[in-house]
C-alpha cells in the first residue's frame, strides 16, 4: 500500500509533512479530503431529509393559500351569479304576472303565478326530502362498518 495517501494507513510516507508510521486505523486527513465516516453520512442523510420534509411542507403551505384564496374567489363569483340568477328569475315571474294581466285581471294573474310557483316549491321539496331519507344517516356508514371489520380481525389475530 506505499504510495497511497498518508491518511489510508499503510507504509511509512515521507515528504510534505504527512511521515506516518505503519498503522491499520483510518486517521482524518487535513481540510476538505477527509473522508466521512458512516455517522457522519448518517446524520448529514438525517439533515438534509428533515430540511427537505421541510421545504416540502413550506412549498405546500404557500401553495394550499393560493388555491384557497382562488377557491374563495371562485365561491364568491359563484355565489354573485346565483344572486343576479335570483333577480333574472323574480324578473321573468313579473314578465309572466304582465303577460297574464293582459287577458285577466292583474290580481288573478298574480295568483295564478304565485300558486303555481308554489305547487313546484312543494313537488320539489317533497323530492328533496326522498332523497335525503334515501341517503340515511350522515356518518359514513361503510367506512365504519370497514373499521369494524379491522378492529375484529386484529382482536381475532391477538387472540392466537
Not at 71 to 88: D, H, I, K, N, P
Amino acid at each position: 500500500m506505499c504510495g497511497t495517501a498518508p491518511w489510508t494507513g499503510g507504509c511509512v510516507v515521507g515528504g510534505g509533512g504527512y511521515a506516518r508510521a505503519m498503522d491499520s486505523s483510518p486517521k482524518t486527513p487535513p481540510g476538505p479530503l477527509r473522508e466521512a465516516t458512516a455517522a457522519d453520512l448518517v446524520k448529514q442523510a438525517s439533515e438534509q431529509l428533515t430540511q427537505l420534509v421541510r421545504t416540502e411542507l413550506r412549498l405546500a403551505q404557500v401553495e394550499m393559500k393560493q388555491k384557497g384564496k382562488r377557491f374563495g374567489l371562485g365561491g364568491g363569483l359563484f355565489g354573485a351569479a346565483g344572486l343576479v340568477a335570483v333577480f333574472a328569475l323574480q324578473a321573468a315571474v313579473a314578465t309572466v304576472i304582465i303577460a297574464l294581466a293582459l287577458v285577466w285581471p292583474p290580481w288573478l294573474a298574480a295568483l295564478v303565478v304565485t300558486f303555481a310557483l308554489s305547487a313546484l316549491a312543494a313537488v320539489l321539496a317533497a323530492a328533496g326530502k326522498k332523497e335525503v331519507a334515501q341517503a340515511g344517516a350522515p356518518a359514513p356508514q361503510e367506512a365504519i362498518d370497514n373499521v369494524k371489520t379491522d378492529v375484529a380481525h386484529i382482536k381475532e389475530s391477538a387472540q392466537r
